[in-house]
């Protein structure tokens, strides 16, 4: 451990459960372990704070997300002043950042298809000051990337030089279904789900073998496709429709996604199974996982599934959509969406003989791949700069 070294992490807000707070948080971790101090800077925290790591919240306000924003990044530059650390890391885009943990899509790309109103709106001004803090060929932070899908938009709107982004593996766990009793584990989540009584009496025998258990996993349901889901369930014909259940597991306002499902009759095939630690188990259980997103840097839930010989049926726009096509392990839903292009293609992944063809394909992928180890090189990295 560097006696001597002192490292500063931001982050707008932590919860349990994100994608984003879950990398942060084990880089911040690993980080304890070859540094002798480590500050994390944030706008809230909510779960467990974990040892040797000292949390401080700066006080944020505003009424809109971007103005949160603005003051959060103001409140940081205000207390964290030059020398005080070896490095700062940021998990949200911002000036003062040494190296920057790139986890989100490239604001200025998505905003050029957006109306003039838009590009003269405060929302977009403030969110333009921030990116550019860090992808202006002027700045000097590192680009930590978890996936290749965004950096052409970078390069092209800011001039990144190509030296400042360096590229991480995914990071999974390769062992999730080591010592996995599929039958089993899939037997007490179906208990669990046959005791739900939320959306009434439920037509389908879930403890039955011949139930379908379709997957979600991701926070942020309007981002991740849930309403897209919903809709395809929907669209199945009556006698798999009334087989099939899909589970839905991430955090969010889920009032608008049912409201959906009843008005489209599916209330009863929709589970909502909130943020879990157990998320592994509803891979092992599950026939398929479903993930057409909106919008996504990476997925790594997509190569969790792989590796739990889990089929996947993704939209493009993902990050690791590559590595579901690479292996041959489900299908992919080609950019521009269509509502009934998706339906069609998961009637067929349902009904197809493919299904252990796929899963034994993603396994195999994730076992011969370099899909672990984030955490280790991201830290690397940081030790580095920090000398």
């Known amino acids: 451990m560097a006696d001597k070294c002192r490292l500063a992490f931001c982050l707008f807000d932590y919860f349990p459960h994100g994608g984003l707070q879950r990398d942060f948080l084990s880089i911040a971790k690993e980080c304890t372990m070859r540094c002798s101090h480590v500050d994390v800077y944030t706008g809230s925290w909510t779960g467990e704070r974990p040892d040797n790591i000292n949390v401080k919240i700066l006080p944020v306000r505003g009424i809109t997300n971007h103005g949160r924003s603005e003051y959060f990044s103001r409140q940081f530059n205000q207390h964290v002043k030059p020398g005080m650390y070896n490095a700062v890391v940021g ?7 040494n190296v920057y943990f790139a986890a989100d899509t490239c604001f200025a790309a998505k905003a050029e298809k957006k109306s003039f109103a838009h590009r003269i709106s405060p929302r977009y001004k403030t969110y333009m000051r921030l990116e550019r803090a860090v992808f202006d060929k002027k700045s000097k932070t590192e680009i930590l990337l978890i996936s290749e ?5 970078y390069s092209d709107f800011y001039g990144t030089s190509n030296s400042r982004f360096h590229l991480l593996p995914p990071g999974i766990d390769i062992n999730l279904t080591a010592k996995a009793n599929k039958k089993k584990i899939r037997s007490a989540i179906c208990s669990e789900l046959s005791e739900d009584n939320r959306f009434g009496n439920n037509k389908t025998d ?6 379908i258990l379709i997957l979600m996993v991701g926070s942020g349901f309007k981002t991740k496709g849930v309403d897209r889901s919903i809709r395809s369930i929907s669209a199945l014909p009556d006698k798999i429709r009334e087989k099939t259940v899909l589970l839905i597991v991430g955090r969010d306002n889920k009032k608008p996604f049912l409201k959906l499902a009843r008005r489209l009759k599916v209330a009863d095939r929709v589970f909502f199974m909130g943020a879990r630690d157990d998320v592994s188990k509803f891979f092992i259980s599950s026939d398929l996982l479903l993930h057409p997103a909106r919008v996504e840097t990476a997925g790594k839930v997509l190569l969790e599934a792989m590796a739990c010989r889990l089929p996947v049926l993704v939209t493009d726009v993902c990050g690791y959509s590559s590595h579901v096509k690479n292996a041959d392990a489900g299908e992919l839903l080609y950019s521009p969406f269509d509502q009934k292009a998706l339906n069609k293609l998961l009637l067929f992944m349902l009904t197809s003989h493919k299904k252990s063809y796929w899963g034994k394909k993603g396994k195999e992928y994730v076992l011969k791949n ?14 580095k700069v920090a000398k």
């Open 149 to 153: 899908r965004e950096k052409p938009f």
């Open 91 to 97: 998990f949200n885009k911002m000036p003062g950042l």
């Open 370 to 383: 370099d899909l672990s180890g984030m955490t280790q090189k991201a830290v690397d990295f940081i030790m």
């Open 206 to 211: 879930i403890k039955d073998p011949g139930c």
